[in-house]
Structure formats: structure tokens, C-alpha cells
């Protein structure tokens, strides 16, 4: 059982150790919350990754702007 606790001018309760790590939620995470059928329900918001690649490391090598590739006739071009 939890119990609505003062904190400043608002009210809160403490989640307990066990149901974050069951939910895999730390300390500093956003969550939703919102009202169900009568029922407080919290919703862990998911966190943007940060990108593990970088755009201009990916085309660091083998990169030449500007270059022109002729592919060749597909359909009934006339140029």
C-alpha cells in the first residue's frame, strides 16, 4: 500500500524499487500519467536514442560530390 505524500505545494506518492526495475525505468525518466476508469495509470514515455553513426562519417570515405553516373537507356528516351 502507497501513501499520498505532501512535497511543496503538491502531492505525490513513491514508487517502489522493484516495480521500476520491472519495468526497466530509472530515476529521471519521463512518464505520462492520465486517468482510466477511475484508475491512476502511468505511462514510461520511450527515450530517443541518440544515433550510434554519424551521417558525415558514413560518407567520409569513397565520397566525391557532384559526380554524374550515366546509367544507360531505361524506357523509349529520345535525348
Given at each position: 500500500?502507497?501513501?499520498?505524500?505532501k512535497?511543496?505545494?503538491s502531492?505525490?506518492?513513491?514508487i517502489?524499487?522493484?516495480?521500476?526495475e520491472?519495468?526497466?525505468?530509472?530515476?529521471?525518466?519521463k512518464?505520462?500519467?492520465?486517468?482510466?476508469?477511475?484508475?491512476i495509470?502511468i505511462?514510461?514515455?520511450?527515450?530517443r536514442?541518440?544515433p550510434?553513426?554519424?551521417?558525415n562519417k558514413l560518407?567520409k570515405?569513397d565520397?566525391?560530390?557532384?559526380?554524374?553516373?550515366?546509367w544507360g537507356?531505361?524506357?523509349?528516351?529520345?535525348?
Amino acid at each position: 500500500m502507497l501513501t499520498i505524500t505532501k512535497w511543496g505545494n503538491s502531492q505525490g506518492i513513491r514508487i517502489p524499487k522493484k516495480y521500476l526495475e520491472e519495468l526497466g525505468l530509472k530515476v529521471g525518466e519521463k512518464v505520462d500519467i492520465k486517468i482510466e476508469d477511475g484508475k491512476i495509470v502511468i505511462i514510461p514515455l520511450k527515450q530517443r536514442r541518440k544515433p550510434k553513426l554519424d551521417i558525415n562519417k558514413l560518407f567520409k570515405e569513397d565520397y566525391e560530390e557532384n559526380k554524374e553516373f550515366e546509367w544507360g537507356k531505361v524506357g523509349k528516351e529520345i535525348w
